[in-house]
Structure formats: C-alpha cells, structure tokens
Nanobody
Framework: VQLQASGGGLVQPGGSLRLSCAAS????????IGWFRQAPGKEREGVLC????????YYADSVKGRFTISRDNAKNTAYLQMNSLKPEDTAVYYC???????????????WGQGTLVTVSS
C-alpha cells in the first residue's frame, strides 16, 4: 500500500490549494480516504474523510465551508480542495486510508508521507 500526498506549498491568506493523494497497492474503490494535518507543536488532527459512497465526514469544524474532499476512483486519487486559507491552516497534511471514515485515527492503517502547506503573506 502506498499513498503519495502532493500539492502543498506557500500560499497567501485567502488563497486556495488543491492537495492530491495518489494511491496504489490496494483496491482504492473499497476504502475510505482521510486527510489529516499536523501543525508545528501540535498534535495531528483529522480534517476530512470521504468514504466509498462519496460521503464526506468533517473532522474539523474550522474547515467547514472552506475545504472539500473528493475522489476519482478511475485515477486512484483523492483530493482536498482548500479555499479561503488562513495562517492557522499551516501544517503538514497527510492522507491515509482505512475501511471507514473512523473518528479514531487508529482506524486508518496506511499513511502517506505528508505535504507541507504554509499560509503566510
């Protein structure tokens, strides 16, 4: 199982980024994909998850109305669209896979390497 997160970078407050999570080594269609983030000095937190039925679960209230998650099963890729970015969104963003959109991070068995998002003017 491999997950490759990409698309991070430096963006100004109010800007947008789209992160991608390219998956391989498993049947992508059968698994949920979650996005998580870890800011400097803070614990890793859940952001969003999408299950096999394309239902989204928000883990972080702070991103509601700004972030959305999607998946393209034909490309074995999930996306995190981030709009109206704020400095507090600065973090390393990770994607992970598991059977369900579990509220316990231990429910996600495989993790990508992370991509850094920096929101700063």
């Amino acid at each position: 199982v491999q997950l490759q997160a990409s698309g991070g970078g430096l963006v100004q407050p109010g800007g947008s980024l789209r992160l991608s999570c390219a998956a391989s080594g498993f049947t992508f269609d059968y698994y949920a994909i979650g996005w998580f983030r870890q800011a400097p000095g803070k614990e890793r937190e859940g952001v969003l998850c999408i299950n096999v039925a394309d239902h989204s679960t928000y883990y972080a209230d702070s991103v509601k109305g700004r972030f959305t998650i999607s998946r393209d099963n034909a490309k074995n890729t999930a996306y995190l669209q981030m709009n109206s970015l704020k400095p507090e969104d600065t973090a390393v963003y990770y994607c992970a896979t598991g059977p369900h959109c579990d509220y316990d991070q231990r429910g996600f068995g495989s993790w990508g390497q992370g991509t850094l998002v920096t929101v700063s003017s």
